[in-house]
């Protein structure tokens, strides 16, 4: 899209240059009886636009990635350091201007031609870095910033210190669907602003329209998720209306807003997780945090658990945690349907989960 409009920038700005140049310039051929229609400001419109368009076609990539520069690198400052920044470089242009007016009285060449474009460029910057650089104190000029200093002055120097705000928590497709972020900011576990990125509710729509019945199911669940957090709940919610059009995928689009933004990748997604590794970003996993929260058993143990059904090996049954912790249980095929008391025997991490191997309580006791 961006591509799009510099193309269409750079058509508009030939199309001025011919409409008030090319005249003049192509009555000055030396060619006898040159028709009028030529000479007209619509034909130079429409030459110049296209001599601009055909020089610059090739460098049109070149001039979107330094908007996408300029773009990243100004989301990266705070809105007081460009807010007192720009107040800087119009006084700074203001003040270039004045004396750009008395210089050209003088009507000397150098002096009122070339000057005047170095003064503009020098006060311009000057202005815009004084600005930058004096922000607090020009806060400070202001009634809430003279209220802020006030206050300040007459707390401790521990107490004066600026807090930090909590980090943006980006959230992802996956982990809005799972469901299990609404009852952690239910708890209270999470502060700060959940910040929904716009592809991110697109990819959800584009799920919850599948002609799959269950991707149509996971993307309809995870859009109620988004509607409890926002309204039921006292969770700071915003939507990023940004995006990226030079990348396809929305898991790298996530992580680039994630490195912009300096916030933190909230997912369940195993993958997402290491390329956020890879690349510097900060997860929040939830899949990590559910096995944190999980109790720890320990080998020796004595708990009570329902045999399900039958395990892989022999004798073997199945019980599992509230939790969903899975019991292997030797010895305890024959306790299908069954609450018995078990002692456990060891514990096994693995990347799917937590294990627990067990064995009956009376087999324990006989051995």
């Known amino acids: 899209m961006l591509h799009k409009v510099v193309l269409a920038v750079i058509l508009f700005i030939g199309g001025v240059l011919g409409y008030l140049f090319m005249p003049e310039l192509i009555m000055t051929l030396p060619f006898d009886d040159i028709p009028a229609w030529v000479a007209h400001e ?11 368009f055909m020089s610059l076609y090739w460098f049109a990539d070149n001039i979107v990635g330094l908007i996408r520069y300029v773009e990243e690198s100004l989301m990266k400052h705070p809105v ?11 006084i700074g242009l203001a003040l270039a201007f004045l004396i750009t007016v008395a210089l050209m009285s003088m009507e000397i060449p150098v002096v009122s031609s070339i000057l005047p474009i170095l003064l503009t ?24 910033g003279r209220g802020a200093s006030k206050k300040k ?61 269950l991707k149509r199911n996971r993307g309809r669940r995870g859009l109620d998720i988004l509607n409890k957090i926002q309204k039921e709940l006292d969770v700071n919610v915003e939507i990023y209306e940004g995006d990226f059009d030079d990348i396809q995928e929305v898991d790298s689009k996530l992580v680039k807003l994630a490195k912009l ?5 909230v997912t ?25 929260v999980k109790p720890v058993v320990l080998p020796g143990e004595e708990m009570a658990v329902q045999i399900i059904k039958d395990g892989k090996e022999q004798n073997q049954g199945i019980a599992y945690l509230d939790d969903g912790t899975m019991i292997v249980v030797e010895e305890g095929k ?11 025997t060891s514990v096994l991490q693995t990347s799917a989960g937590r294990m627990i191997f067990a064995k009956p309580k009376a087999v324990v006791k006989a051995q």
């Open 121 to 144: 460029l020098f006060f311009g910057y000057i202005g815009f870095r004084i600005g930058l650089q004096k922000r607090d104190e020009l806060m400070a000029l202001l009634p809430l």
């Open 80 to 90: 007081t350091d460009l807010f007192f920044g720009t107040m800087g470089l119009f």
């Open 261 to 265: 933004l300096d916030g933190f990748v």
């Open 153 to 213: 002055a007459g707390e401790d120097e521990s107490a004066a210190e600026e807090t930090k705000e909590p980090k943006l928590k980006l959230l992802d497709t996956s982990v809005i669907i799972d469901g299990r972020i609404a009852d952690i900011c239910q708890t209270g576990f999470i502060e700060g602003t959940l910040l929904i990125p716009e592809f991110v509710l697109e990819e959800l729509q584009h799920i919850a329209d599948s002609s799959d019945v």
């Open 334 to 344: 024959s306790h299908i349907g069954s609450t018995i008391d078990v002692v456990v």
């Open 42 to 52: 619509v034909t130079g419109a429409l030459i110049g636009a296209v001599i601009l």
């Open 268 to 292: 369940n997604d195993f993958n997402l997780n290491k390329v956020c590794d890879l690349q510097g970003v900060a997860v929040l996993n939830i899949n990590d945090l559910a096995n944190a």
